[in-house]
């Protein structure tokens, strides 16, 4: 995939991040629904180590058939450096949202898009206009009405969802640079490989009995650690994909919108409900991400014919 193709599918990046976004909501209500009956740590485990059989099953068969073997890797130091990334994000995650509510957590976390869309024009000199921008800017506004400095929720728990930002943050330029370079099953499969290599190695050398606590856990917690490896696992594939085909400030806003499917899935599973203020701040995440998708479509207009004319990579 190359550059060419990544500025032709905007709409495509977009619903992949809202599809990104409900895995995401549905990956973090499950962590902290787990983490209440198991060590956190073992649960941060099980979800890496279905991505990485998940995807070392799908590119086996994949290899069988024909399709070339996706297990190689031209860039193994920035394999390896992605998948550390984003388990320190996943670390941060699992255990501060044990601390904070879901939806509280995640639009607390919202602080990942501002910093992207500012890192990637400085360091990847990616166009950023003045009015998208704006949108960006407002969508964290309305993250910040959501959670509402002073109102008690920023006491020293609020370091978890302030360094996840900033890791992740990290993690997505770092995403954007492979998009081009690497086959996205390729990378998808080092993120889970990578994870749990480190996982395993820290709960060998710390004091969590997994066997006996996974042996006596029940089914229903084992369905849910299930869910959540599939859920982390479909929603970064989902991320991977978004990046090689959009450019990341088009596509940044509408990251915002996991706060309202945080809150649907926080009231699904603990009956945390938002208050009024929460959702005004909803409400302008949402007024942004509307705008943008109005910019998207009137900018997309006149440059139909070139992208037409535009060679496209497998």
């Known amino acids: 995939m190359n550059a060419t193709a990544t500025a032709q599918r905007p709409l495509l990046g977009v619903m992949l991040i809202l599809l990104m976004a409900m895995c995401f909501s549905t990956l973090d209500t499950t962590a902290k629904y787990v983490g209440q009956t198991l060590p956190v740590l073992l649960v941060l485990w099980a979800r890496y180590s279905v991505q990485a059989l998940i995807m070392a099953a799908w590119l086996g068969v994949r290899a069988l058939r024909g399709g070339g073997n996706l297990f190689a890797t031209a860039h193994p130091r920035f394999q390896v450096l992605r998948g550390a990334l984003l388990l320190l994000t ?27 869309t500012l890192l990637a024009a400085t360091l990847l000199h990616e166009r950023v206009s003045a009015f998208r921008a704006l949108l960006v800017v407002g969508g ?16 020293w728990v609020a370091l978890f969802p302030l360094a996840m930002a900033l890791v992740y943050a990290t993690f997505q330029l ?23 290599l ?10 969590v009995d997994a066997g006996p606590l996974l042996a006596a856990a029940p089914a229903s917690t084992w369905a849910l650690l299930l869910l959540a490896g599939c859920a982390g696992t479909a929603g970064h594939l989902c991320l991977i994909v978004a990046l090689g085909v959009a450019p990341m400030p088009v596509l940044m806003p509408f990251t915002y919108v996991q706060i309202a499917f945080a809150s649907f899935t926080g009231w699904l599973a603990f009956g945390h409900v938002p208050d009024g203020w929460a959702f ?35």
């Open 90 to 116: 996943s670390a941060l995650l699992f255990f501060g949202i044990q601390y904070m509510p879901v939806a509280e957590f995640t639009a607390v976390g919202m602080l990942t898009p501002v910093l992207v």
């Open 140 to 155: 964290f506004a309305g993250a910040l009405i959501v959670v509402r400095p002073g109102s008690g929720l920023f006491g």
């Open 174 to 196: 770092l995403t954007r640079r492979l998009s081009g370079v690497e086959h996205p099953l390729t990378t998808h499969f080092y993120t889970g490989f990578v994870g749990t």
């Open 198 to 207: 480190i996982v395993s190695s820290i709960l060998l050398l710390s004091s």
């Open 280 to 314: 005004v701040g909803m409400a302008v995440v949402a007024a942004c991400g509307g705008v943008s998708v109005w910019l998207n479509l009137r900018e997309r207009a006149p440059a139909r014919d070139v992208e037409a004319a535009a060679p496209v990579a497998d």
